[in-house]
């Protein structure tokens, strides 16, 4: 099916598991778990199904940007802790979301982050872009995302999880965290407003970050990873400033253990 505003609408099923052991029991186990995509002006998610080990008095909240949470608390004892969330979702519906956001978030959006501040290297790498020969939001943003691949390779081994986007631009290589953030940060340099957002890519095998950039009053998504505009084979999930604001998981617990956690992520064309 065909929709002259974006595309192909795609039907996808999606399934989201997390599962975390424990070298020994664990009481008071606190947790919040954000990963509840909802419906926006590119999807609609018609089923959503959350199983939190076998726990049923979790909490469902928002939090400053629009993004669906679950909280609770496990007083017993357990060694393992495990989420699945799936669903079906229409995605394509459109390739752009309308603003709609609270006036401070305009300017939080356009300022650095702890993961984003630029040093030397981004500096420089913003400077060689020459920017400001380009007018308009969309052009820089396209410009940032197909120049980006040419200099930074993908590599799941050469960066942390809080990498700062300076460390990974000098280091050459990471993964898709680390290709927004420096997005983010030369966009940010150029007083655009964008934000991180975290989703499901058709075709993936675990969750994937890119990009969101204010245009003319639509948010439109950049995936510098795969060097694309973000199409009807994602589904968001999350958004915020960086990654930080995106945590899948948080918590905190009573126990002196070790942990094993693992995240897969299945989507599928219905």
Not at 55 to 81: P, T, V
Not at 196 to 201: F, H, K, L, R, T
Not at 206 to 229: I, M
Request: glycine share 6%; charged share 25%; proline share 3%.
């Amino acid at each position: 099916m065909q929709n002259e505003k974006s595309g192909t609408i795609k039907k996808l099923k999606f399934t989201y598991k997390l599962n975390a052991k424990y070298s020994s029991p664990i009481t008071h186990h606190s947790f919040t778990v954000m990963f509840l995509p909802s419906d926006t002006d590119r999807q609609k998610i018609n089923t959503l199904d959350i199983h939190i080990s076998n726990f049923k008095n979790y909490c469902l909240s928002d939090d400053n940007f629009g993004n669906k949470k679950i909280y609770g608390l496990i007083e017993e004892a357990h060694d393992r802790f495990d989420v699945v969330i799936s669903g079906a979702a229409e995605t394509g519906l459109d390739i752009k979301e309308e603003y709609t956001s609270y006036p401070f978030e305009y300017s939080l959006l356009k300022t650095q982050t702890k993961l984003t501040a630029p040093g030397k290297k981004l500096i420089e790498y913003h400077r060689s872009l020459e920017l400001d020969t380009l007018s308009g939001s969309y052009d820089k943003a396209l410009h940032i995302m197909r120049t980006l691949p040419g200099i930074f390779l993908y590599d799941t081994e050469a960066t942390e999880v809080h990498e700062t986007a300076e460390n990974a631009l000098t280091i050459g290589k990471g993964v898709c965290q680390d290709y927004a953030h420096i997005m983010l940060s030369l966009l940010r340099m150029e007083s655009i407003p964008a934000r991180y957002a975290v989703g499901m890519m058709l075709g993936e095998g675990s969750s994937h970050a890119w990009v969101e950039v204010l245009c003319n009053g639509y948010w439109y998504g950049f995936d510098p990873t795969n060097n694309k505009l973000v199409n009807e084979d994602y589904i968001r999930v999350s958004c915020g400033r960086d990654s930080s604001d995106c945590s899948v998981i948080r918590g905190s617990f009573y126990g002196c253990v070790t942990q094993d956690q693992r995240e897969t992520v299945n989507v599928e064309k219905i």
